[in-house]
């Protein structure tokens, strides 16, 4: 099964900061998420994005959020001036394609921890 | 995008089959559906989809009626290790309607000795 490497694995951080997570893109697999779980609570969906653009966002998404993947290299989640509440475990998902298949490939998420 | 309603826990011993339903009352004609199991401090894993009718893989089976608004994932023997959060998604994976792969809250399965 394709692995997909997320980095860091755990980060901690001071409220304020900026924090960037990356991701390593599975060959072949166009379509990115990210998702993020708080503490005991379900799997939120944050984004998704394809052919260098954000699909869609969910509100928790804000101004404070940003993706890219500059030149098809890694995949980067960038919260630039965190918050004790974005405290969580973070996940980058992606998938070949548009197929029939709702099959997401996981990494092993990049836990935050925001003081 | 469907609404999807699972039991929030259920218990059950090794040895034993166990099946979670999921309801999805307003699932669409395009519409397939998707489970994932969830261990603690790790990723979602895509375990089996389906679209109508049963589907069968090494992990599990899917049944799903003709009416299509309800689905059970059946898992056969568990053991310990099959602890974990089990989630059931509905959408139009194929369609260019959406890209937002949604998890509601899944069902917590805690499998006892």
């Known amino acids: 099964e394709p692995e997909v490497t997320q980095t860091p694995s755990h980060q901690v951080t001071q409220m304020g900061q900026e924090v960037i997570l990356r991701c390593v893109p599975i060959s072949n697999h166009l379509y990115f998420y990210w998702y993020r779980q708080i503490l005991g609570q379900k799997v939120e969906f944050l984004v998704s994005?394809?052919?260098?653009?954000?699909?869609?966002k969910s509100e928790i998404f804000d101004d404070q959020f940003s993706v890219e993947r500059p030149d098809g290299s890694n995949f980067t989640l960038k919260i630039r001036s965190t918050k004790l509440e974005d405290s969580a475990m973070y996940f980058c998902?992606?998938?070949?394609?548009?197929?029939?298949?709702?099959?997401?490939?996981f990494g092993e998420g990049s836990r935050l921890t925001v003081l | 995008l469907a609404k999807t309603t699972q039991p929030i826990s259920m218990d059950s011993y090794e040895g034993q089959e166990v099946n979670i339903t999921c309801s999805h009352n307003?699932?669409?004609?395009?519409?397939?559906i998707t489970w994932y199991q969830q261990f603690p401090s790790q990723g979602p894993r895509f375990i089996i989809q389906?679209?109508?009718t049963k589907v069968t893989n090494e992990v599990a089976s899917l049944f799903i009626p003709a009416d299509r608004k309800s689905s059970t994932l059946s898992l056969p023997r568990v053991s310990l290790s099959d602890t974990a959060v089990y989630y059931c998604l509905v959408g139009d994976w194929e369609g260019a309607r959406d890209d937002k792969i949604i998890f509601g809250k899944g069902t917590r399965l805690h499998i006892l000795p």
């Open positions: 389906g679209y109508k």
């Open positions: 307003n699932i669409a004609t395009n519409d397939y």
């Open positions: 998902a992606m998938r070949p394609d548009r197929g029939a298949t709702g099959e997401l490939f």
């Open positions: 994005f394809y052919n260098n653009e954000i699909s869609e």
